[in-house]
């Protein structure tokens, strides 16, 4: 509706942004400097968030700057079951036919992993994302598949991605073992007061408008109803957008915005 409203090309505020025009605050651009860092050490890395914070997004912008024909990126958004779900997926995403004994996955993924590497000149990078839902024996299972020659040599990138309460997780004395191994950790932070019009005016620009059409009270207002956190952004900016053209206003204000939190609540 507000799309002619506004004479966009498309909507500002949906998910599907190329991984090359995502806005790159200041938190965004030193997780890819240590994610690029995590990928040349191979080793375990520890990336958390509040919810909405764009650390899947970080992640996928990360895996795509990588070389296919160096990296294989194996992506895990599967985060609540056992030991052999775990094993599965990771299996299917390596092209694996699926065994049905837990002993035998375990070997088959490491022994693909072990091909990739020597053989392919391959380097995998696992990607658990929502890894706080991971029960704690999953955890110790993704430690142990890290271990090569006696835990002497790196050869499986692992990224665990997660909410606030990961961190907590991992400084658990029940996993110390794998605490220990993390070589890269980073939580990303919310929108800063200063990021957040930019952000609002490059989501805008990719639509086809370089006008400023949130006012200053509007900006603040999305500043405090949101949490700088860019998935509840715009999701609000959305709502006000749509609260600004059935006003058949041209710009939107701190009302819209308003109106667009009571449509959330």
């Given amino acids: 509706m507000y799309l002619k409203h506004f004479g966009f090309q498309h909507y500002p505020f ?9 806005f790159v605050s200041a938190g965004m651009a030193e997780l890819t400097v240590r994610l690029h860092h995590l990928i040349e050490l191979r080793a375990i890395g520890l990336v958390t968030g509040d919810s909405g914070s764009g ?9 795509s700057e990588l070389h296919a024909g160096l990296y294989k990126v194996l992506y895990v958004p599967l985060s609540t079951g056992n030991p ?35 053989e392919a000149r391959t380097r995998p990078v696992l990607i658990v994302d929502e890894a706080q839902w991971l029960r704690s024996e999953v955890l110790e299972e993704l430690r142990l598949l890290t ?12 990224l665990l991605a997660g909410q606030t309460e990961l961190r907590r997780r991992v400084t658990m004395a029940v996993h110390e073992s794998l605490s220990q191994r993390i070589a890269v950790r980073f ?26 059409l949130f006012e200053p009270p509007a900006i603040e207002a999305l500043f405090h109803g949101t ?12 709502h006000a957008l749509i609260a600004a053209a059935l006003a058949k206003h041209k710009t939107v204000t701190a009302e819209h915005v308003q109106a667009g939190l009571r449509e959330m609540s």
């Fill in 227 to 238: 949490s700088r956190l860019p998935r509840k952004v715009n999701l609000l900016a959305y």
């Fill in 14 to 22: 949906d998910r599907d942004i190329p991984p090359d025009e995502m």
């Fill in 187 to 212: 939580h990303l932070p919310a929108l800063t007061r200063d990021e957040l019009p930019l952000y609002l005016a490059h989501l805008l620009r990719r639509a086809g408008t370089e006008l400023p």
């Fill in 55 to 63: 650390k899947s997004s970080a992640c996928r912008k990360m895996a």
């Fill in 147 to 158: 271990n090569y020659a006696m835990d002497s040599e790196n050869r499986l990138c692992l």
């Fill in 84 to 118: 052999m779900d775990l094993y599965k997926t990771i299996a299917w995403e390596l092209g694996l036919p699926t065994e049905r004994n837990r002993a035998a996955l375990y070997r088959q993924i490491r022994t693909e992993v072990t091909r990739l590497c020597v």
